[in-house]
């Protein structure tokens, strides 16, 4: 016998490589306390179930009275380690309008593989202190390469990895020489949370908490310029003044 069974999704959100912009599908650990999470084959965690909104998932036609979202917090760690851990906040119920996951961007770590014709940037952020003490979980962004900004993110050890694919020959800005340049001017920058210092050993970060307040005067930063090009790599070390 046959049994029809309506069900609404109440949010959904889905792990995308901060280099390609590519669904991570490889197998994730997600801890989402007090949501209850369903994986697809796509990559796309949808939220099945979410503290007092049980009701309006026992149908699929929405209610009337469809509820305003809530602020949740998932933690995802890679077990194959390409990926940094990171903690995220999503929303639930998303708005009836919103048909699309929600994205969160997962960072390479800096042993994860990268293609050859990547312009690559191996980047280290450390304090000014004597000797210079490593800075975990800084922000790094890269600007002037690609129409978004390139961004990564330190591990424990103050290392970075970033990567901008298709970067190509560009003309010239000189009126002699070479009609194209084989290189691209750019700036990197770092921006470091002081308070992440003090923080537990097993502490992971939300890197959006920087990400979406890039101007505040709580973060140090430091900035350098740098020329990339595509199949090179650039060995960069961002000193940050505590």
Do not use: H
């Not at 503290?51 to 009337?64: D, E, K, V, W, Y």
């Not at 330190?154 to 084989?182: C, D, F, I, Q, R």
């Amino acid at each position: 016998m046959n049994q029809l069974v309506d069900r609404r999704v109440l949010a959904g959100f889905r792990c995308i490589d901060a280099i390609t912009s590519r669904s991570v599908v490889d197998p994730l650990t997600v801890a989402a306390p007090p949501l209850t999470l369903l994986r697809n084959r796509s990559g796309v965690f949808a939220v099945m179930e979410a503290p007092g909104l049980r009701s309006f998932t026992a149908q699929f036609l929405p209610p009337t009275n469809w509820p305003a979202p809530s602020a949740f917090e998932v933690t995802i760690k890679d077990p194959s380690l390409k990926y940094l851990a990171r903690r995220a906040n999503i929303s639930a119920p998303q708005p009836l309008a919103s048909t699309a996951p929600q994205p969160v961007v997962l960072y390479p770590t800096p042993a994860a593989a990268v293609s050859p014709n990547w312009a690559v940037i191996r980047a280290s952020v450390v304090s000014n202190a004597i000797p210079a003490r490593p800075l975990p979980y800084a922000l790094i962004q890269v600007q002037g390469a690609g129409s978004q900004p390139p961004t990564g993110l330190t591990n424990s050890n103050g290392e970075a990895l970033l990567a901008v694919p298709g970067l190509g020959l560009k003309l010239s800005s000189s009126a002699s020489g070479a009609v194209t340049e084989a290189t691209t001017a750019a700036t990197i920058t770092a921006w470091f949370d002081p308070t992440t210092l003090t923080r537990p050993a097993n502490w992971i970060p939300n890197p959006d908490d920087i990400l979406t307040n890039l101007s505040s005067s709580q973060w140090k930063s430091a900035s350098q310029s740098i020329q990339l090009g595509p199949g090179q790599t650039v060995f960069v070390t961002l000193t940050i003044s505590l």
